[in-house]
């Protein structure tokens, strides 16, 4: 049981490339959302979904884009990298109202 | 909007001494709440959760939290802190009721603890 897992560990992008950020679960979750931490603000949320097919926008969903095809993943699109989405982002996975599991995170710097 | 408020950005204590954080939330309804910590360099790992009954609830490491409802208050405690307790600790909720918000964790800003030996 491998539980959350993200790829790549560690990315650096130029302003106007565009990558997409993995997340997988094997725990069959329904729920699982993408997280932004930056320093002194906590953990900011992206986009989540409720289940395969269903997704929505979080508090800073600018410049991302998500789907999930299937329960076991879902992936961050950035569109057009801008330095202001130099972050550390975090995929969660859980059922309803339940604990949510962390992935181990992907340090994104853009220059 | 619903929030959760974190007291503390940074607490630097003594080996051996007692840790309170506290943790105010702004809704409502019936919340799930939890308690969350960041060794550096890792990602976030739940310490505990309190989703209903006895209000005092116990986690991993020594650490307990007590909701008090009329108080929007989940504080974590731990009475004895330890140099491997340094990390940062987040405090979350979840509104319980029908819809995609019944999913969702609004986290708090978070509390560095510096544990010194």
Known sequence: NAGVTQTPKFQVLKTGQSMTLQCAQDMNHEYMSWYRQDPGMGLRLIHYSVGAGITDQGEVPNGYNVSRSTTEDFPLRLLSAAPSQTSVYFCASSKRGDTQYFGPGTRLTVL | ?117
């Open chain 2, 1 to 117: 909007a619903q929030s959760v408020s974190q007291h503390n950005h940074h607490v630097i204590l003594s080996e051996a001494a007692s840790l309170e954080l506290g943790c105010n939330y702004s809704y409502g309804g019936t919340v799930n709440l939890f308690w969350y910590v960041q060794y550096p360099g890792q990602h976030l790992q739940l310490l505990l959760k309190y989703f209903s009954g006895d209000p005092l609830v116990k986690g991993i490491k020594g650490f307990e939290a007590e909701f008090i409802k009329s108080k929007f208050s989940f504080n974590l405690r731990k009475p004895s802190v330890q140099w491997s307790d340094t990390a940062e600790y987040f405090c979350a909720v979840t509104l319980l009721g029908s819809g995609a918000g019944s999913y969702q964790l609004t986290f708090g800003k978070g509390t560095k603890l510096s544990v010194i030996p």
